[in-house]
């Protein structure tokens, strides 16, 4: 079952998805997505799954004259929760999404179980994108963004907005999260990226090696769009996830051996 509705948060009306039921998990999406542009059947039959449309995204329209910024976005997504009476939740985010979620780890940990992430980055786009993928020319027609364009106009309250959205979106500002900033998440965090992803290998491994309680799961012959095209291969990385006890036997060093119950 899916229920769906609009809450004024910050001056939008934002439309958001509820299915399933069970502990609050909040999936944001990537950029242009929107509430049931994608479903996870193995997450849904679990936890209660909510999923907004960020300003100017699928239903959601957009505040014109408010730039697209990841802050907003973040704050947006707490308003919703506290909209929703949810005082704490966890959070799968999904490339762009992935990044707003971290920002609310940052900014709200008490509001924030464990976090998942799919494609994202964290820092400077120059630092964490793969060359090829920044020097592609790209524009609102192009068939680089066809997927998105497409369903942008299904569903958007004005699909001749499309243009405008997409240059927002675009010319969104990120600097980057800080090594202290990141250091400072003690949730448990998985970052998940494909072998083929836009995002950088390296710098996937380096933001894992910063965060003190992380996991990092390379999803073999994947790319960026694999949450669409091949779910069957990150999805089940990420359920085991968000299922693993609080508490867990440490993993074996070479010091420490292998012993079965004390070390894994």
């Known amino acids: 079952m899916t229920t769906s509705g609009y809450a004024p948060v910050n001056g939008l009306r934002m439309y958001y998805e509820i299915e399933g039921v069970g502990r609050p998990l909040i999936y944001i999406?990537?950029?242009?997505?929107?509430a049931g542009g994608n479903r996870f059947p193995g997450l849904i039959e679990k936890r209660r799954v909510i999923t907004p449309d960020l300003q100017g995204h699928g239903?959601?329209?957009?505040?014109?004259?408010?730039?697209?910024?990841?802050?907003?976005?973040?704050?947006?997504?707490?308003?919703?929760?506290?909209?929703?009476?949810?005082?704490?939740?966890?959070?799968?985010?999904?490339?762009?999404?992935?990044?707003?979620?971290?920002?609310?780890?940052?900014?709200?940990?008490?509001?924030?179980?464990?976090?998942?992430?799919?494609?994202?980055?964290?820092?400077?786009?120059?630092?964490?994108?793969r060359r090829e993928v920044l020097a592609a020319k790209s524009s609102a027609e192009g068939k680089g963004i066809q997927f998105q364009r497409e369903n942008y106009r299904k569903i958007a309250p004005d699909p001749e907005y499309w243009r405008t959205i997409w240059g927002k979106v675009s010319e969104a500002p990120f600097d980057g999260f800080t090594?202290?900033?990141?250091?400072?998440?003690?949730?448990?965090?998985?970052i998940a990226v494909g072998d083929h992803d836009f995002v950088r290998m390296e710098h996937a491994v380096e933001v894992f090696q910063g965060l003190p309680n992380a996991e990092l799961a390379v999803i073999p012959d994947a790319g960026h769009f694999a949450l669409f095209s091949e779910q069957e291969k990150v999805m089940p990385a990420v359920e085991r996830f968000f299922e693993e006890a609080a508490e867990r036997i440490p993993i074996a060093t070479a010091a420490s051996g292998y012993h079965p119950g004390e070390t894994r």
Do not use: C, W
């Open 59 to 129: 239903r959601t329209g957009d505040i014109v004259d408010r730039p697209i910024r990841f802050e907003q976005h973040a704050a947006d997504v707490v308003g919703l929760m506290k909209h929703l009476d949810i005082e704490k939740a966890d959070f799968f985010g999904e490339s762009f999404g992935g990044l707003i979620a971290t920002m609310i780890a940052i900014q709200h940990p008490e509001m924030v179980n464990r976090v998942a992430t799919y494609g994202a980055i964290f820092g400077k786009p120059q630092e964490a994108v």
């Open 179 to 190: 090594k202290e900033e990141l250091g400072a998440l003690k949730m448990p965090f998985l």
């Open 29 to 34: 999406h990537p950029a242009f997505g929107y």
